[in-house]
């Protein structure tokens, strides 16, 4: 679009620029819903590539879920998985690339329900890649079914009257259960619902990625997201009940840094 | 000639896979096919030439991790026995809609179910009308020797790469167990350049990012697409139908038989023709493209067709859609591992056609 009004043409000139979105990014109007974390993550995880200049280098695995079109929106070489398998996928990927870095981004219903066996054994065996894990509780694409992170007495449209952990089982804490296996080097849970969270995320998407030219093994990294057309909310009110209500009981913080675990995760924010 | 081996059919498919420059192999334990990961772990296949060797969790992770692999352009590759190729057809349909290129080997057992570690040719519907979900076909290859499980790990990867789509070989338990002479191929070299058109290396500035997906929301696209899918496979059934005849020019009667049954045949030709009933065999080596036109010809001339099968009668539909009616089409099936003599051929053929 062409600005003609020169004053708005003083403000938006190159040196007070303030933020660019990365040319990884592709043009392509972003699919996700208004307010939603998942565009967000698709970017701090391409200026990761853009900044350490690994874009030859880079292959993604896209999944079954809201993401599935990730490929649309960054600008890499990438492979779209069926639902829950980018672990083997990306595994399949690493073993002939041994040099490249790949890293697959998940869903909850993905990474934690269909593909829990190509999560947990992925993580066991050590694979060199890095996983994106877009915790939201919900199944978003499908139209906001259980998930198994879905909290107690969470509503959803197969639980219209809230989780009940007697009849459905209990939420998932996947994070935590890999973080004990000895093939995970890097495991935390972030989110991205304030600049400052961002910031925290993005040096953590970082590590994920220079973790791989270690060899030391996975770097698992959990995003507690907001779904706000699954959980029938405004943006606003999406991150207040995430803040109130997902993050007590998925605490941000690191769990396991360079293979250790480390005491407890802080406090949410 | 090279040096003449007494192998395993299922030890000739793995040592032909590490000669045939495999990149990488990824499985899952079964019966009767167990010895292709058993061998390749002995031979340590990641020293002799730096292929990749990888005991998946499942079928179900073998055959991504064989998606995966075949996105980087390299040549890699899945066994398996029918329980384990069932859980591997979603693999398998997202790898014909991404129109990537791999081999797969069933060592067929019997069903349906668990059924037995016995042999069987009962996945024959799966392997060559889909299997998985959507409209796809893979060339399927019916090794009948140890030497052929050898050579069409070679002519499979050729032909998996020459149309980007995968290629399975449906053996069967009495193909992948019994030992026979084999001669097998020298080292070919694995890959070392990459269409740079397709596969996923990391997208350099001088090219588009390239993707790999089988999705297209769009309706008008993904018709073309898979109208692009039905020529390829139109391709497949013009150039790719292989067959072999046995005394079939002066036959009246004829078997169709592949695999393991094509074997058993063979000795019930000859007791037939002792006989004096002049009888031949067609038996196809590809179950898709199947050679329709093949038997099809011969169909006018004859007084009669008997198929021999492992299974219910599965590739008899194939037959009678080939001779249209112009001749009758008999069967000759054993199911749940049991396997006819060939003498027992020989009776079904008289009594079929009631010759005397
Ligand atoms: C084999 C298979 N089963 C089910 C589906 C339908 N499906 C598509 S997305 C999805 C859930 C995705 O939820 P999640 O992984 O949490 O991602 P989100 O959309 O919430 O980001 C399901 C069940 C499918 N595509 N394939
Ligand atoms: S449905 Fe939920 S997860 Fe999907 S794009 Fe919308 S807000 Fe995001
Ligand atoms: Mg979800």
Redesign the interface.
């Known amino acids: 679009m062409e600005i003609r009004n020169p004053r708005i043409q003083e403000i938006i000139s190159e040196e007070n620029l303030v933020y660019k979105k990365t040319s990884l990014m592709t043009d392509k109007a972003l699919s996700y819903c208004p307010g939603c974390g998942h565009g967000v993550v698709h970017r701090v995880i391409m200026e990761i590539i853009d900044e350490m200049g690994?874009?030859?280098?880079?292959?993604g695995?896209?999944p079954v879920g809201c993401s599935?079109?990730a490929?649309e929106f960054m600008?890499?070489?990438?492979?779209?998985?069926?639902h829950g398998?980018a672990p083997?996928?990306?595994?399949?990927?690493k073993?002939?690339?041994p040099e490249?870095?790949v890293f697959t981004y998940q869903g909850d219903g993905d990474l934690a329900a269909i593909g829990t066996?190509?999560t947990?054994?992925a993580c066991n065996r050590g694979e060199n890649i890095a996983i994106f894990f877009i915790n939201n509780g919900i199944y978003g694409m499908t139209g906001g079914q259980m998930a198994p992170t879905t909290l107690v007495g969470m509503r959803s449209s197969t639980t219209p009257y809230g989780r009940d952990a007697a009849l459905m089982g209990n939420p998932l804490k996947i994070t935590e259960l890999v973080a004990m296996l000895p093939g995970t080097y890097f495991v935390a849970r972030h989110t991205v619902h304030t600049p400052l969270a961002v910031r925290k995320f993005k040096k953590a998407a970082k590590m994920a990625f220079e973790n791989q030219k270690l060899n030391k093994g996975l770097s698992f990294i959990e995003i507690v997201s907001n779904c706000n057309s699954g959980w029938k909310m405004t943006p606003v009110q999406a991150n207040k009940w995430m803040e109130e209500n997902m993050l007590p009981f998925y605490p941000p913080g690191d769990i396991k840094m360079n293979g250790e675990i480390v005491k407890k995760a802080e406090k949410a924010e | 000639m090279g040096k003449m081996k007494l192998m395993k059919g299922n030890e000739a498919f793995a040592e032909a896979a590490i000669r045939a420059g495999c990149?990488?192999y990824?499985g899952y334990p079964i019966t009767p096919q167990s010895e292709v990961m058993e061998y390749l772990a002995a031979q340590q296949p990641q020293l002799r030439t730096g292929m990749?060797l990888?005991q998946?969790?499942?079928e179900?992770?073998?055959i991504?991790?064989?998606?995966?692999?075949?996105?980087?352009g390299?040549r890699?590759m899945t066994s398996s026995s029918s329980p384990g190729i069932s859980l591997k057809q979603?693999?398998i349909s997202?790898l014909a809609g991404?129109q990537l290129p791999c081999l797969i080997l069933n060592v067929m057992r019997g069903g349906p179910g668990l059924g037995t570690i016995q042999p069987s040719q009962s996945d024959y519907f799966q392997a060559t009308k889909g299997g998985g979900h959507g409209d796809y076909r893979m060339i399927v290859l019916a090794p009948a020797s140890v030497q052929e499980m050898s050579d069409f790990v070679k002519l499979g990867f050729e032909l998996a790469f020459k149309y980007r789509n995968p290629v399975i070989m449906l053996s069967d338990g009495i193909i992948g167990q019994m030992m026979e002479k084999v001669e097998l191929f020298e080292q070919v070299p694995r890959l070392t350049e990459f269409d740079q058109q397709w596969v996923?290396?990391?997208?350099?500035?001088d090219r588009e990012?390239?993707?790999?997906?089988?999705?297209d929301l769009d309706p008008a696209r993904h018709e073309r697409h898979n109208l692009k899918l039905q020529a390829k496979y139109q391709k497949m059934r013009e150039n790719e139908v292989r067959f072999e005849n046995i005394d079939c020019d002066d036959a009246e009667y004829l078997f169709v038989a592949y695999g393991s049954c094509a074997r058993i045949c063979q000795k019930s030709v000859k007791l037939a023709r002792a006989k004096g009933i002049k009888v031949g065999l067609i038996r196809p080596v590809t179950l898709f493209p199947f050679p329709s036109e093949e038997i099809g010809r011969r169909a006018a001339k004859l007084k009669g067709i008997l198929t021999v099968e492992l299974s219910s009668g599965q590739m008899i539909e194939d037959v009678r859609l080939a001779v249209d009616g112009k001749v009758r089409v008999a069967l000759h099936n054993r199911m749940g591992g049991m396997v006819p003599s060939p003498e027992e051929v020989v009776d079904a053929l008289l009594k079929s056609f009631s010759i005397r």
């Open positions: 690994i874009q030859a280098d880079t292959i695995v896209a599935v079109l490929y600008n890499i070489d990438m492979q779209q998985a069926s398998r083997a996928v990306a595994t399949g990927i073993r002939c690339w490249k870095y066996a190509e947990i054994h | 990149d990488a990824f990749v990888l998946a969790e499942s179900v992770a073998a991504n991790m064989v998606y995966g692999a075949a996105g980087t390299k890699v979603e693999g997202y991404s996923t290396t990391g997208k350099t500035p990012r390239n993707v790999i997906t089988s999705l």
